[in-house]
């Protein structure tokens, strides 16, 4: 039917001996769209991902991926299908195209199919010109990128990919999400998993956020970031004393109480109007506001919300922040904030 889902997953549950990994998790794919798996690490991602392709048999729940259950046609799920972990299941001897025609010969294709079809996703990938490279002189970036091409030859209707974007630098990483958009654009299903949160938020249509094996919130990520403050006014204060007597002023107003810092966050729809009527409000003499930033909600907040703590350590290494004394950064939104 081609108004079923692309992925169907109800009450997925799995154990490896007494570690619960999934406790019963339901998911709904439409077709077409790009959805994101968010969770920290050990969050039950990758054990999803495998159940999903077929190459984990979950203890309970039902799946269909397009159109067929992974268990009972688990061969026509895998025609459809392509799966792309973190680990590029590459041959660094051979050349970018003569992995990508070895792959395109055991998927069926005659030697002059083959041909055309790698040569065809070397260009929509960007890999003509190191074609005849062997992929041991590959950077990650690029190794990444030939991988999902090989995932790609056989045309599948659902692309799995596994942390496309874990340990890829800034400019691979805007590559890479040019091509998931790409795919998107084209009628494939992207079903992938981050632990980035901008990622799912740049990316994904609908956002499914899991912790522990369970799913704690799912949505648009608009949605998602709407059932935390919506966007707030950060006011960082000229000195403390005046830091002291706006936070008197605004009183239970204030959502955000910073006074190292001299910050105070109070709620807004971040118009113009809005914004400049809380500043005359607080400030009408203009001199008591140093600087102000107009902060949105990252899905960072919402896991934060939803599950009471940051989940895991910034990419720099650095401890998770702890919410309850320290705000993110109004205008850092890092991009590779992890959940
Ligand atoms: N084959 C296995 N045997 C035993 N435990 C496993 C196995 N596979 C996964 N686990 C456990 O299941 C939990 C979830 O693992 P999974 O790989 O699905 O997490 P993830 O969300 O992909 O994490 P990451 O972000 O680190 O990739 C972890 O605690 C892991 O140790
Ligand atoms: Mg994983």
Known sequence: MADEPAVEAIGLEKSYGQVRVL???????????VFSLLGPNGAGKTT????????????AGRVRVAGFDVVRDRRAVRRRISLTGQYAAL???QTGEENLRMTARLSGLSRRE??????????????TGAARRRVDTYSGGMRRRLDIAASLVGRPEVVFLDEPTTGLDPRSRQAMWDLVASLAGSGTTVFLTTQ????????ADRVTLLDAGRVVA????????RRVADRRLDLTLVDPAAYARTAERLGDTAVLRDPDRLLLGVPTDGSAAHVRALLDGVDPDRDTVDRFAVYEATLDDVFLALTGRTAARRTDGAPAENAATTAPAATAREETTRV
Not at 196 to 203: F, G, V
């Open 23 to 33: 406790a019963g998790i339901d998911l709904s794919v439409p077709r077409g769209s």
């Open 48 to 59: 999803t991902v495998r159940i999903l392709s077929t190459l984990v048999r979950a203890d």
């Open 91 to 93: 041959d660094g001897e």
């Open 114 to 127: 083959a041909r055309e079809r790698a040569a065809e996703l070397l260009e929509r990938f960007d890999l």
């Open 196 to 203: 980035y949160l901008e990622e799912a938020d740049r990316l």
């Open 218 to 225: 799912e949505g648009a990520p608009a949605d998602l970031k």
